[in-house]
């Protein structure tokens, strides 16, 4: 009987080791906390919306101050709410997005500037009851697409994946 608790616990312990944190949002994916466009996902204090992605793009900003992807620019439109009781903050950074073989691509802060130019989006802080509308960029490869999005509220919160296709 030990024997067999032993290998369960070092076949965890080796399926952690290799496929990690993919194979654990994966799991917990299947339990619920995925949405497609258009439907509202609560990570802790923030509800997300994804109202929108368009790629393709290859140059961001204006005659001036502009920045030309390195692949091309996918932009994410989104609704950030907070539902909570105090000021939650959101951050660009934790937003993940995959390509269909589960590639990850993390977001472009710089592009995402331009990209939001004309509105005050995602502040430091936003007050509960409070919303933000704004865009996410991912610069990803040129043969590449957004299949999923994995948003949070803070780094280590579970996250909601959101389905693009």
Request: a negative charge.
């Amino acid at each position: 009987m030990a024997v067999v608790l032993l290998c369960c616990c070092v076949g965890v312990a080796v399926s952690a080791l290799f496929w990690g944190r993919d194979f654990y949002d994966d799991a917990r994916d299947r339990g619920g906390r995925t949405v497609g466009l258009n439907q509202p996902a609560r990570d802790g204090d923030l509800e997300f919306r994804v109202i929108g992605l368009e790629c393709g793009i290859g140059r961001i900003g204006d005659l001036f101050v502009n920045q030309s992807a390195v692949g091309q620019f996918c932009l994410v439109d989104l609704v950030v709410r907070n539902v909570g009781d105090r000021p939650a903050t959101f951050s660009d950074n934790l937003q993940k997005a995959y390509g269909p073989t589960d590639k990850q691509f993390g977001a472009d802060s710089g592009a995402g500037a331009l990209a939001n130019i004309d509105q005050q989006v995602f502040p430091d802080q936003l007050n509960p009851g409070n919303q933000v509308t704004g865009v996410v960029v991912y610069d990803i490869p040129p043969d590449a697409r957004i299949v999923r999005l994995r948003l949070h509220s803070a780094k280590g919160s579970p996250g909601v994946t959101v389905r693009t296709e």
